[in-house]
Nanobody
C-alpha cells in the first residue's frame, strides 16, 4: 500500500520560492502509468490542483500556476518535489501530494513576512 508524506518549511516569506517534498513508500514513483499530483487547499476554500509528474518524468501544470511552478522527482530517493516561486500570501494553504486516490496528510504552508 503506497504511503505519501509531505514535508517542507511551514513559513515562507513573500517573493521567496516554496519548496516541498513528497516522500513515497510502498511503491515506486516510476511505476508505469501512475501520476503524482500536488494539490492545495487555501483556508476556507476548496481544493486546487497544482500539477502532476508522470511515471515517465513528464510534468504538467495548472495554467494559472504554470509560470511559477516546477515539479520534479528524485528516483533514487523516491521523492517528488514541488517548487513554487514568487509566493504571496495567497499561496498560503495546506499542500498535499496524491496518487490515484492515495493522499498524504498534507503540510501547512504560510506565506508571511
Amino acid at each position: 500500500q503506497v504511503q505519501l508524506q509531505e514535508s517542507g518549511p511551514g513559513l515562507v516569506k513573500p517573493s521567496q520560492t516554496l519548496s516541498l517534498t513528497c516522500t513515497v513508500s510502498g511503491g515506486s514513483i516510476t511505476t508505469n502509468y501512475y501520476y503524482w499530483s500536488w494539490i492545495r487547499q487555501p483556508p476556507g476554500k476548496g481544493l486546487e490542483w497544482i500539477g502532476y509528474i508522470q511515471y515517465s518524468g513528464s510534468a504538467y501544470y495548472s495554467p494559472s500556476l504554470k509560470r511559477r511552478t516546477s515539479i520534479s522527482r528524485d528516483t533514487a530517493k523516491n521523492q517528488i518535489t514541488l517548487q513554487l516561486s514568487s509566493v504571496t500570501p495567497e499561496d498560503t494553504a495546506v499542500y498535499f501530494c496524491s496518487r490515484d486516490g492515495a493522499w498524504g496528510q498534507g503540510t501547512q504552508v504560510t506565506v508571511s513576512s
